[in-house]
């Protein structure tokens, strides 16, 4: 009788379990177990050779039966009562530039842009009015003297407002496709450079660093602990070629633990075939693409060092499948790690709409900062916002915190997308752009129409005419604008600099005879173009694979840095940021190096 009822119970538990889940297989053969009751599938199906199943690559099909509870969605609250602001899209930060000179390596401009710079500080909006809409600008002026010329300069920011409240902010659910690089560069030391190996240079000494391997993987672990059970994760992994790892699949469904551990036993191998990892990735958005766009937004997060050497390197190739996911409404966000991480290539990619792109820094900085702004950094709000300035006295001379500064006109300040941001005390993360102007005329007056289209497409405009009150003395509507001018002054110097230094060594020959540094005495010179020096550089490596230069600073600059560094203290004393600390350390360095 006992033994009976242990069978009655075996059997009527392969019943429920038969019941609870069904087994589909589509035209390609990929094993689909639909989940019922709690139960969860680890859908991970990477298989890249039958040697790496010696490596525990992960098999398709298992099923756990260990269920998560359903969270709800919670607001996210970035602290105060008051609402939240804006940055623009692009660089997040300026991680790679600090880790390079803190390594002793000499960076590459485009390791420093303004817009990463600001986005490591909170600004005032100069925000003196109820907001009613989805944007609203504000604007604070300002008359500054060059720190060396002592010639006077006209300055404005605009602030980067919004109406919605931090306590309603509730970012959409998520369809999401991770694309990880896998590549050989993936496996050197973090805080080396892994084609000095193949060059000219020495070997690079033994290293207790983390690979960029282990640092990308902790990472991404930690990151999908932001996903909730209603939003879907997919990813890609490559190498010479793109392979699905796991397919998109809504998170409540899926056994995460389990993609956690897969994910943790990958390993570097092959070449950089980036053009493919971005099409792989692409693909999987195929059967979300009728997905309400109310409910869901797509985003593609792509976690890699950035030197593509296969399949289409071309900037033009891959910053052109990056545009038309973003037409078809896929936006894209660069995580960036090691200290060769290519600016150069990311930077030129992100000035697309919708994207933004982070270095690691380390894994424990980089959870801190996805704890604190995971869901901002993938909803973007406003698109296509444009600044047009009409005056007989003054025009743009240079935008400084936007990475499509290059696209201003004397009229027209142009900022791609902008994404919500932190406020705190009244000020806001990243929060303003910068417009240096030229005097023109005698007339003060300034009439600025701001227009632009929320992610709907619905266009929305704002006007408003300033006086700008001229004077021989130096004056400063806020702090705000204050630092932000002390900030694009260091980005000029910092960018300047590198882009002289970085004319030698192994990857670029560049002649002599063309230098920027600017002669003592004459104003900070702002830099024509942060990707290549004035002589057209000749490559010896591949167009995107990076060699290190040890850090270096020629006698004038050591002058120049000195100088500059007397006028950043004050500044900073001034404005009462003790963050700027850090820069101060950098500049100190430079000066003493």
């Known amino acids: 009788m006992k033994n009976t009822k242990i069978f009655s119970s075996l059997v009527l538990s392969l019943f429920v379990l038969s019941a609870c889940q069904t087994t589909n297989i589509d035209p390609n053969g990929t094993q689909e177990t639909q989940q019922f009751f709690g139960l969860q599938t680890d859908d991970w199906e990477l298989k890249l050779s039958d040697d790496d199943l010696d490596k525990n690559m992960g098999f398709p099909g298992r099923v756990s039966t260990t269920s998560a509870p359903m969270m709800q969605m919670e607001a996210l609250k970035s602290g105060g009562a008051g609402n939240i602001g804006y940055s623009v899209g692009g660089a997040k930060d300026i991680n790679n530039f600090r880790e390079n000179i803190e390594n002793g390596y000499l960076p590459i401009p485009t390791d420093v842009t303004t817009e990463g710079l600001y986005y490591d500080y909170f600004f005032d909006t100069a925000n003196q009015k109820e907001c009613d809409k989805l944007f609203c600008p504000s604007y604070a002026t300002a008359i500054s003297k060059d720190p060396f010329s002592k010639e006077k300069e006209y300055y404005m920011t605009v602030g980067l407002n919004s109406n919605i409240k931090d306590s309603d902010f509730q970012r959409k659910k998520l369809n999401l496709v991770v694309v990880l690089d896998i590549s050989g560069s993936m496996g050197s030391p973090f805080n080396q450079y892994y084609y000095d190996r193949f060059g000219n240079k020495q070997e690079p000494e033994e290293s207790e660093s983390k690979t960029k391997m282990e640092i990308a993987k902790k990472s ?5 602990g932001q996903l909730k059970p209603q939003d879907r994760f997919g990813m890609v992994v490559f190498d010479d070629s793109a392979y699905t790892a796991k397919p998109l699949r809504k998170v409540g469904e899926t056994n995460m633990q389990a993609i956690k ?8 191998r092959g070449g950089t075939n980036m053009d493919a990892g971005i099409q792989a990735g692409t693909d999987l958005f195929v059967e979300q693409t009728d997905a309400n766009k109310d409910d869901y937004e797509n985003r593609i997060i792509f976690i890699t060092d950035a030197m593509p050497n296969l399949g289409d390197d071309s900037e033009e190739g891959l910053v052109g499948m990056a545009k038309k996911n973003a037409k078809n409404g896929i936006y894209t966000t660069f995580i960036g790690v090691g200290v060769d991480f ?11 709409q919708g994207a933004n792109y982070y270095s690691i820094h380390s894994e424990k900085d980089f959870m801190e900062r996805m704890d604190e702004g995971f869901d901002y950094m993938v909803t973007p709000l406003v698109f296509d916002l444009k600044l047009e ?13 936007s990475p499509e500064a290059d696209k201003a006109t004397g009229e027209i300040m142009y900022v791609n997308t902008l994404f919500p941001s932190k406020t705190e005390d009244g000020q806001t993360k990243g929060g303003v752009v910068l417009l240096k102007l030229k005097k023109t005329g005698e007339d003060n007056q300034i009439k600025l129409s701001a227009s632009y289209k929320d992610r709907n497409g619905m266009a929305d405009k704002s006007e408003e005419s300033i006086t ?3 004077s021989e003395d130096e004056s400063y509507f806020n702090n705000g604008v204050r630092k932000a001018i002390l900030l694009a002054r260091y980005s000029n110097i910092l960018q300047d600099w590198l882009m002289d230094e970085n004319r030698g060594g192994s990857k670029v020959m560049i002649p002599i005879d063309c230098p920027i540094i600017m002669e003592r005495g004459k104003s900070i010179i702002i830099p024509e173009h942060p990707h290549l020096p004035p002589c057209m550089p000749q490559l010896t490596l591949g167009q995107w694979e990076r060699q290190s230069d040890k850090l270096k600073v020629s006698n004038n600059y050591e002058e120049i840095f000195q100088d500059f560094a007397t006028y950043f203290k004050e500044e900073s004393k001034q404005i009462g940021d003790e963050s700027l600390e850090k820069e101060l350390e950098i500049i100190e360095k430079l000066a003493n190096d």
């Not at 991404?220 to 999908?224: Q, S």
């Not at 551990?261 to 570097?268: R, S």
């Not at 290519?342 to 697309?352: S, Y």
């Not at 300035?389 to 915190?401: D, M, P, Q, R, T």
């Open 220 to 224: 991404l672990v930690g990151l999908l």
């Open 261 to 268: 551990d897969h994910v943790m036993e990958l390993f570097d």
């Open 342 to 352: 290519n600016t150069e290539l990311v930077e030129a990619m992100t000035k697309i």
């Open 389 to 401: 300035l009409e005056s007989n006295g003054f025009e743009i001379e240079k935008v400084y915190g």
């Open 468 to 470: 700008f009150k001229d």
